[in-house]
């Protein structure tokens, strides 16, 4: 077997270590699942029992059971969210839990489920989790008090998003395993103190003594190294994985975030609920007008921004009427592949990166 490691290739060892990159014998071939078993592994590997630290994020409506299955099947952590492949309005615990069972028959290899702790069905979204054998959940949008304390009586791996030092400290308080810094370069709705990725996770790693996953703008082995040498133990990407065959967010979506540019996002809800979509007819309109609701209040959210109207863009294709969730690092999307693909960058791009930096 020709050695193709990160240590065989660089003459300095110290500069892996302080990067975090720990390859070793990284299989390449095609058709074969990158790494496997010969990746020393991070805590966050290690906690999730997965290869490579590369997480899906739990995309609203599109995080297809092939898609979650491709991602885990890689080496990463496929993560489903409730409303995949379901109808507006349609029932999110059957539904979940029927793409728990595809996805237990697609793959064998661990994946997760997202969990929006303010959902009013979210006891019984937990239940079914449970009982269809998760053992690895994303929380986000609420405090992790309202349930870490559920899951973890139930064996549940528990991370938390967070947009803030002050948010991490407490998720950590209250048991997670591992905290998930999404900076302001993320899709869709935002921390409203608008720290970004690169402020917001070295300063998080720094705050707790648990793993911290590197999220927003991230999108290639760029992002990746970057987020290793920031301190972080692995990261989290939405946009990209958009951005698969396997995913089944409408062609439309596809090619937009592909033709995007460095400004092709934009933030619009204001200040209270920063939202970041596509530079598309309604965001620009939103952008001039911002809410109508009054007070800017939740509700108005929901109603101009909220999971109706990124459906309409992200499986419907309308870009036009809805708004499309999207990162920041849109502009480094070049083109649609297949998730093998998107990690064979990821690993060989980063190897490339060390070199030149010894």
């Given amino acids: 077997m020709r050695d193709s490691s990160i240590v065989a290739r660089t003459h300095n060892p110290k500069l892996l270590a302080l990067i975090g990159v720990t390859y070793s014998r990284l299989l390449l071939r095609q058709g074969q699942r990158v790494g496997r078993g010969d990746m020393k592994r991070s805590r966050v590997c290690q906690i999730l029992s997965i290869e490579h630290p590369v997480l899906q994020a739990g995309l609203p409506w599109v995080s297809n059971p092939e ?178 065959r396997e995913c089944t967010s409408h062609q439309n979506y596809k090619e937009a975030i592909v033709a995007a540019i460095d400004s092709g996002t934009v933030i619009v809800g204001g200040d209270r609920w920063p939202t970041r979509v596509l530079r598309n007819g309604i965001a620009l309109r939103l952008k001039e007008s911002g809410l109508t609701g009054p007070g800017n209040d939740f509700n108005a959210w929901e109603a101009e921004l909220g999971m109706a109207q990124a459906r309409a863009a992200m499986v419907d294709g309308d870009l036009e009427a809805g708004v499309a969730y999207t990162g920041a690092g849109a502009g480094l999307i070049s083109e649609v592949t297949n998730v093998k693909e998107v990690f064979r960058e990821l690993l060989e791009g980063s190897q490339a990166l060390t070199r030149r930096l010894t």
């Avoid at 029932?91 to 697609?106: E, H, K």
């Avoid at 998760?134 to 405090?143: C, E």
């Fill in 67 to 244: 898609l979650v299955a491709a991602v885990s099947d890689a080496g990463g952590l496929g993560v489903l969210h409730p409303t995949a492949g379901s109808e507006p309005g349609g029932d999110q615990v059957a539904n979940l839990q029927a793409n728990i069972r595809q996805i237990q028959r697609l793959t064998r290899e661990p994946f997760g489920i997202a969990l929006y702790l303010p959902h009013p069905r979210i006891s019984e979204l937990i239940q079914v989790a449970v009982q269809e054998g998760m053992r690895i959940a994303i929380t986000y949008g609420g405090s992790p008090a309202l349930c870490t304390g559920t899951l973890k009586e139930h064996d549940v791996t528990v991370m938390h998003q967070v947009a803030t030092v002050r948010h991490a400290r407490g998720a950590e308080a209250q048991g997670v395993d591992v905290i998930i810094a999404e900076g302001f370069e993320g899709g869709g709705l935002r921390g409203a103190d608008k720290v970004s990725t690169m402020v917001l996770a070295p300063q998080v790693v720094g705050s707790v003594s648990i793993p911290v996953i590197a999220s927003g703008g991230i999108v290639d082995s760029r992002g990746y190294v970057a987020a290793l040498a920031l301190g972080a133990q692995g990261i989290q990407m939405g946009s990209r994985f958009v951005t698969t």
